[in-house]
């Protein structure tokens, strides 16, 4: 089957760093991605990661380790506009995404 | 900035009435999708298209259809729409290229409510 987890919710304060964690059990691997989503709107891409590692973009990074099925998205500074959810996918043969996690950032 | 366009963007109908949700992209994109979000909820892929004639179901059951007799162009019907369907109906589109990534763009979506 195919399964993808990632915490509901999450609060963190402005200028803050959060990591929201994903894990994942699929069949098959091409790629996690990781998407913005604000309430009411659609998703808007952030980042991809297809290797191990740690891909950096500005205040974003997201990390990937394939063996432990495991990806990580760190935002950092954080401003009251990050508040949103944020969904990882992973793309096997199709897009399979996970529940999202809602990010409250206070003042 | 993805060029992705859906119509209506808010539909608001009556039990039983045919209806299609309208989906283009300007950038040529082979790979188009169709998903179905409940506020709060993950997205579930309904339909999706390789290209032109190619359709396929997703992993949601849907008592919609599509048709892609054109590649920038993936609306969505419901023959008869009943309440069980006020959902938000999401777009996205996703380029080939022989390359890996496959990144999906999405339209703004279209918020379907059945009365």
């Known amino acids: 089957g195919q399964n993808i987890d990632q915490p509901t919710e999450m609060t963190a304060t402005e200028g803050a760093i959060v990591q929201i964690n994903c894990t994942y059990q699929?069949?098959?691997?091409?790629?996690l991605f990781w998407y913005q989503q604000h309430a009411g709107e659609a998703p808007t891409f952030l980042s991809y990661n297809v290797l191990d590692g740690l891909e950096e973009k500005g205040r974003f990074s997201s990390f990937l380790s394939r063996s432990k099925g495991y990806s990580y998205l760190l935002l950092k500074e954080l401003q009251m506009k990050d508040s949103a959810s944020y969904l990882c996918?992973?793309?096997?043969?199709?897009?399979?995404f996970g529940t999202g996690t809602r990010l409250q950032v206070f003042p | 900035e993805a060029d992705i366009y859906q119509t209506p963007r808010y539909l608001v109908i009556g039990t039983g009435k045919k209806i299609t949700l309208e989906c283009s992209q300007t950038?040529?994109?082979?790979?188009m999708y169709w998903y179905q979000q409940d506020p709060g909820m993950e997205l579930h892929l309904i339909h999706y298209?390789?290209?032109?004639?190619?359709?396929e179901k997703g992993d949601l059951s849907s008592e919609s259809t599509v048709s892609r007799i054109r590649t920038e162009h993936f609306p969505l019907t419901l023959e008869s729409a009943r309440p069980s369907h006020t959902s938000q109906y999401l777009c996205?589109?996703?380029?080939?290229?022989?390359?890996?990534?496959?990144?999906?763009?999405f339209g703004p979506g279209t918020r379907l409510l059945v009365l």
């Open positions: 298209s390789y290209g032109v004639n190619s359709t």
């Open positions: 950038m040529g994109h082979d790979k």
């Open positions: 996205a589109s996703s380029d080939l290229a022989g390359l890996a990534q496959e990144t999906q763009y």
């Open positions: 699929t069949s098959g691997f091409n790629g």
């Open positions: 996918a992973v793309n096997t043969d199709k897009l399979i």
